[in-house]
């Protein structure tokens, strides 16, 4: 225990309560609850023994919209502001921001400050300079990442590069966010059965939006869509559940994907949007810094989409889940799900990308495709030749009775005929037998000795005598 003068000092004092600061000290700590007053809000931000201040400043962005970089924290410490990468476990809090916990059976340490700031949509620059969030110079980084660590694994001497997948630096991070977030975000929409695709995750910045258009408050957001945006989306609806990811605050999110419309088009449901609060950074591959001219291991965020996993175990997975963008880091932690797509900059009239990756995810959805993993990392969606769902076999629903007084619904059961359709499909409906019918509706031929209710020797047949037609194997 540090036995400096001020801590002593600080430890004998009161809180703003009247509550003696030691004895909230000695309480041991298994999180901590920060209410952040911001104008006239007040938020309310829980946080592990072993998180960050940037932790604390990135959930803070996203309930409030004002940057971590112009955040100030007024009384989370004393004297100068701490360092993101200090732990808030060393911190060490005035006794005027400490609050007695309710709950303190549960470990819960409650710290009251004051956030500073300037929100992002109250921000002007010119668009053309800095698009809000820095990520200018996102897609010049993620080449040179690729070369860094391309190199580095072609030179004996190069310290091997970080699969960030297999990083137990990285992966105790997965496992942190997934207990704090991964059962707390938002639904829009339920997630589907048995569809046929899956899950489709989307990146906003520069993916499906061009977005220094987005900050540009003088042109409308439906300026800043890609081509084709809202066709793409309700041809892929029937297939796949759509989730945005975007590396912004969770307000500004909303606000953009309801100017867009991606909200209020009765074509499609966005089931679910993820903002900077779930993502985390990794260590990837060897940088130099370009100061100092040493090595370092370079550091960058990341879209997990196993926070995704842990809440819908029973919907999606690696096996039918793709995420689509513009920056390949940022599937680096579930590259075999990932599909880089050509940044949208500057809003060229001509872009052609959704309408390639519609094609390919059709493709995708095609009852044959069981695992997406098999195409190998997604590298050329643009010339893959599979066939689409759309040339796959309809299934219709019909009501088909059994002579017993019962109906039964066969949603999904009357295949469509059709050439080329799949070979298990063409099973379900053997061909019939020398002297047999087959009745509409059925996929199983009837004898015509059946058809009537007595047979020519005058003994009742099968559906006369109580008998129970069996239903046709495989569904109909």
């Given at each position: 225990?540090?036995?400096?003068?001020s801590?002593?000092?600080?430890?004998?004092?009161?809180?703003q309560?009247?509550?003696?600061?030691?004895?909230?000290?000695?309480?041991?700590?298994?999180?901590?609850?920060f209410?952040?007053?911001?104008?006239?809000?007040?938020?309310?931000?829980?946080?592990?023994?072993?998180?960050?201040?940037?932790?604390l400043?990135?959930?803070?962005?996203?309930?409030t919209?004002?940057?971590?970089?112009?955040?100030?924290?007024?009384?989370?410490t004393?004297g100068?502001?701490?360092?993101?990468?200090?732990?808030?476990?060393?911190?060490?809090?005035?006794?005027?921001?400490?609050r007695?916990?309710?709950?303190?059976?549960?470990?819960?340490?409650?710290?009251?400050?004051?956030?500073?700031?300037?929100?992002?949509?109250?921000?002007?620059?010119?668009?053309?300079?800095?698009?809000?969030?820095?990520?200018?110079d996102?897609?010049?980084?993620?080449?040179?990442?690729?070369?860094l660590?391309?190199?580095?694994s072609?030179?004996?001497?190069?310290?091997?590069p970080?699969?960030?997948?297999?990083?137990?630096?990285s992966?105790?991070k997965?496992?942190?966010?997934?207990?704090?977030?991964?059962?707390?975000?938002p639904?829009?929409?339920?997630?589907?059965?048995?569809?046929?695709?899956?899950l489709?995750?989307?990146d906003?910045d520069?993916t499906?939006?061009d977005?220094?258009?987005?900050?540009n408050?003088t042109?409308?957001?439906?300026?800043?869509?890609?081509?084709?945006?809202?066709?793409?989306?309700a041809?892929?609806?029937?297939?796949y559940?759509?989730?945005?990811?975007?590396q912004?605050s969770?307000?500004?999110?909303?606000?953009?994907?309801?100017e867009m419309?991606?909200?209020?088009?009765?074509?499609?449901?966005?089931?679910?949007?993820?903002?900077?609060?779930v993502?985390?950074?990794v260590?990837?591959?060897i940088?130099?810094?370009?100061?100092?001219?040493?090595?370092?291991?370079?550091?960058?965020e990341?879209?997990?989409?196993?926070?995704?996993?842990?809440?819908?175990?029973?919907?999606?997975?690696?096996?039918n889940?793709?995420h689509?963008d513009?920056?390949s880091?940022?599937f680096?932690?579930?590259?075999?799900?990932?599909?880089?797509?050509?940044p949208?900059?500057?809003?060229?009239?001509?872009?052609t990308?959704?309408?390639?990756?519609?094609?390919?995810?059709?493709?995708?959805?095609?009852?044959?495709?069981e695992?997406?993993r098999?195409?190998?990392?997604?590298?050329?969606?643009?010339?893959c030749?599979?066939?689409?769902?759309k040339?796959?076999?309809?299934?219709?629903?019909?009501?088909?009775?059994?002579?017993?007084?019962?109906?039964?619904?066969?949603?999904?059961?009357a295949?469509?005929t059709?050439?080329?359709?799949?070979?298990?499909?063409?099973?379900?409906?053997?061909?019939?037998?020398?002297?047999?019918?087959?009745?509409?509706?059925?996929?199983?031929?009837?004898?015509e000795?059946?058809?009537?209710?007595?047979?020519?020797?005058?003994?009742?047949?099968?559906?006369?005598?109580?008998?129970e037609?069996?239903?046709?194997?495989?569904?109909?």
């Amino acid at each position: 225990m540090d036995g400096s003068p001020s801590k002593r000092k600080a430890e004998a004092e009161l809180t703003q309560e009247g509550e003696p600061v030691e004895a909230i000290r000695a309480t041991a700590v298994e999180h901590y609850c920060f209410s952040a007053k911001y104008g006239k809000s007040l938020v309310e931000v829980r946080l592990a023994v072993d998180d960050t201040v940037a932790d604390l400043k990135a959930i803070l962005f996203s309930l409030t919209d004002v940057p971590a970089d112009r955040q100030k924290l007024l009384g989370l410490t004393r004297g100068k502001l701490p360092a993101d990468e200090a732990p808030i476990a060393d911190l060490i809090f005035p006794p005027t921001s400490l609050r007695q916990s309710p709950h303190p059976q549960t470990g819960e340490k409650r710290i009251s400050i004051n956030l500073v700031g300037t929100p992002l949509d109250q921000t002007f620059k010119d668009p053309d300079a800095v698009d809000g969030k820095g990520l200018e110079d996102d897609e010049d980084d993620d080449a040179e990442l690729n070369a860094l660590a391309a190199s580095a694994s072609s030179s004996s001497k190069a310290e091997p590069p970080i699969d960030p997948s297999k990083d137990p630096y990285s992966l105790n991070k997965l496992e942190k966010t997934i207990s704090r977030f991964s059962h707390t975000f938002p639904l829009m929409a339920e997630p589907r059965p048995n569809l046929s695709g899956g899950l489709l995750v989307l990146d906003l910045d520069y993916t499906i939006a061009d977005t220094k258009k987005l900050f540009n408050y003088t042109t409308s957001a439906h300026e800043a869509e890609r081509p084709g945006l809202h066709d793409f989306l309700a041809a892929v609806y029937p297939y796949y559940d759509i989730c945005v990811w975007s590396q912004t605050s969770h307000w500004w999110l909303e606000a953009k994907l309801t100017e867009m419309g991606l909200l209020t088009d009765a074509r499609y449901r966005i089931s679910f949007v993820l903002d900077r609060t779930v993502m985390f950074s990794v260590r990837s591959s060897i940088k130099r810094s370009r100061s100092q001219g040493s090595k370092a291991r370079d550091k960058h965020e990341v879209k997990a989409l196993e926070i995704i996993w842990r809440r819908f175990p029973q919907f999606y997975g690696p096996h039918n889940t793709i995420h689509v963008d513009d920056l390949s880091r940022n599937f680096v932690m579930n590259p075999s799900c990932g599909l880089k797509i050509a940044p949208y900059k500057n809003s060229p009239s001509h872009d052609t990308e959704l309408v390639a990756l519609q094609r390919y995810l059709l493709q995708l959805a095609h009852p044959n495709i069981e695992d997406f993993r098999i195409l190998d990392g997604h590298h050329h969606w643009k010339h893959c030749l599979l066939p689409s769902v759309k040339d796959a076999p309809t299934w219709t629903t019909t009501t088909t009775s059994y002579g017993n007084g019962n109906e039964r619904e066969a949603g999904g059961a009357a295949l469509a005929t059709q050439s080329g359709a799949d070979a298990r499909l063409e099973t379900a409906a053997p061909a019939p037998a020398p002297g047999t019918d087959t009745q509409p509706g059925h996929s199983e031929p009837v004898a015509e000795s059946e058809t009537s209710t007595k047979s020519e020797d005058g003994k009742p047949s099968s559906a006369s005598t109580g008998q129970e037609e069996q239903p046709p194997p495989g569904g109909i």
